[in-house]
């Protein structure tokens, strides 16, 4: 498989408007990829969190139209990072979207783990309830985002439901560079899964981006890692290494399954 990542470079001095018409030319410029990743709300700035009211569109608004247009255009499996989805209940969401090569929306994924403890994204959308995993015809693709990468019960979900191919777009700041990294090859090995993990670059509400999305595979191995700037980071990967990692090292079987959680602290 052929997956190009576009770590976008979100920042105040370019409207949203203009941004989404320059994100859905170089989605069309990705056509020969097998699959396209866009990071987390790259409309606005995931920590943009003043314009997540203004600029929150439904589900299928104007970021869903031009991207389901450019995935079909490219002819490519798109993950189109996430928007601020505006719910028929009201609640905003941080939504993922993935389309199929001829542009129907396969796969929505509203965000788990909100960001920003008291404040922020934790306090302004809404929590998604939903795993999800697209069965693609090479691999099965499992859905997070961001902050989501910290919580590895949720990854373990992914691959109780099958996935072999973990999508992470994020807007992750540099001054947590060095947890991305980890955490990405983290849930690589003990999972046995690929992660494409996709990140923004550029400065917004004055949080400079970690840029450096990443590519690791199921040993571990770092396939391929941007810059801190923008960049399409490109790489090609077997997706049935996943199936043979788990044979010939099969970790994944000596779980014991069963056990009592411990008790959230008061
Ligand atoms: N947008 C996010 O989810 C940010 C996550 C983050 O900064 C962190 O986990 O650290």
Known sequence: MRASLLQIDVNEGESVESRRHRVTSLVRDQAGADLVVLPELWT??????QSFADEAEPLEGPTH???????????????????????TDGS???????????GDLTAAYRKIHRFGFDKGEAVLMGAGQDLVTVR????TLGLA??????????????????AETLLVPA?????????WTLLAQARAVENQAF??????????????????????????????????GEEVLTVEFDPAKAATTREQFPALKDRVLGLDPPRRPE
Not at 44 to 49: D, E, I, L, S, V
Not at 65 to 87: C, F, N, Q, Y
Not at 136 to 139: D, F, K, R, S
């Open 136 to 139: 693609l015809p090479e691999t």
């Open 145 to 162: 985002t961001c902050y989501d990468l910290r919580f590895p019960e949720l990854f373990r979900g992914l691959v109780d439901s099958g």
């Open 44 to 49: 606005t700035g995931a920590f943009a969190y």
């Open 65 to 87: 139209d031009t991207m389901a247009k450019a995935a079909s255009d490219a002819g490519v499996w798109l993950h189109a990072g996430s928007i601020p989805e505006r719910g």
């Open 92 to 102: 905003l969401y941080n939504t993922s979207l993935l389309f199929s090569p001829s």
């Open 195 to 228: 992660v494409l993990a996709c990140g923004t670059a550029g400065t917004h509400a004055g949080v400079p981006q970690a840029g450096h999305s990443i590519v690791v595979d199921p040993w571990g191995e770092v396939l391929a890692q941007a810059g801190a």
């Open 171 to 179: 807007g992750w700041p540099e001054r947590r560079r060095s947890h």
